[in-house]
Every structure is written in structure tokens, then in C-alpha cells.
């Protein structure tokens, strides 16, 4: 289950997640109301609190499942999908959703892989 580097791929993935975690949480206090929303970034910050909380039990005991972290973390990236097709979107905030949606979907294949490794085992 460790590769080369050192690192799990679930550790990787869990260190993904809590980044996105943590950007979700600072978007209620960084947007102006417009791009994104008040609501939006409201669930966004509410989805990165639950989130980061699940990324450090997840990360204290590696054999806890992430199927709800997993989850929440492809719902966060769903929040992001409007910026693509909503009119006046800053290009700054198209750019953070494209970057929200890819790595999330890196995130979802390293903890994937790293629990497809482990039950391997």
C-alpha cells in the first residue's frame, strides 16, 4: 500500500480533501455575494466544516470507511458546476471550479485506490 514516495495513496487523497475542506470554508467569507452566492457559499462552508472533520477521524483511524467523505466532497464539486454555465461568472471563479472539480476527482481516485489496495491485502 505505500508506494515509492512514501505516502498512501489514501493519505494523499485525505491531504487533497482537506485542502478542499478548507477552501470550502473560506469561501463564505471571501465571496461578495455574487460570485458565489451567499447561499451557495453558505453550503459550501457548511460541506468543508463536515468534510475536514471526516478527513481527521478518516486519517486517525485508517480502517474508517469514506463513503460519506467521498460523498460530500463529489457534492462540493457539483456546487461548482454553475460557474460553467451560469452568464457573468468571473473567469477567476470558473478557474476555481475547474480546479475544485479536478482535484476532487483526484482526491476520490487516490482514496479509492488506496482502500482498493488495502482490501486487496
Known amino acids: 500500500m505505500i508506494d515509492k514516495s512514501g505516502f498512501t495513496s489514501r493519505s494523499v487523497g485525505l491531504a487533497i480533501f482537506g485542502l478542499l475542506s478548507l477552501g470550502d470554508m473560506a469561501t463564505l467569507a471571501l465571496t461578495d455575494g455574487k460570485s458565489p452566492p451567499y447561499a451557495v457559499a453558505a453550503v459550501a462552508a457548511l460541506l468543508g466544516l463536515v468534510s475536514l472533520v471526516l478527513v481527521v477521524h478518516a486519517h486517525l483511524d485508517p480502517r474508517r ?10 457534492l462540493s464539486a457539483v456546487t461548482a458546476l454553475p460557474a460553467f454555465f451560469v452568464s457573468d461568472v468571473p473567469a477567476g471563479a470558473q478557474a476555481a471550479a475547474a480546479g475544485v472539480v479536478v482535484l476532487t476527482a483526484v482526491g476520490v481516485l487516490l482514496t479509492a485506490r488506496g482502500r482498493a489496495l488495502a482490501v486487496a491485502r
Do not use: D, K
Open 65 to 74: 470507511p469514506l463513503r460519506l467523505l467521498i460523498a460530500l466532497r463529489v
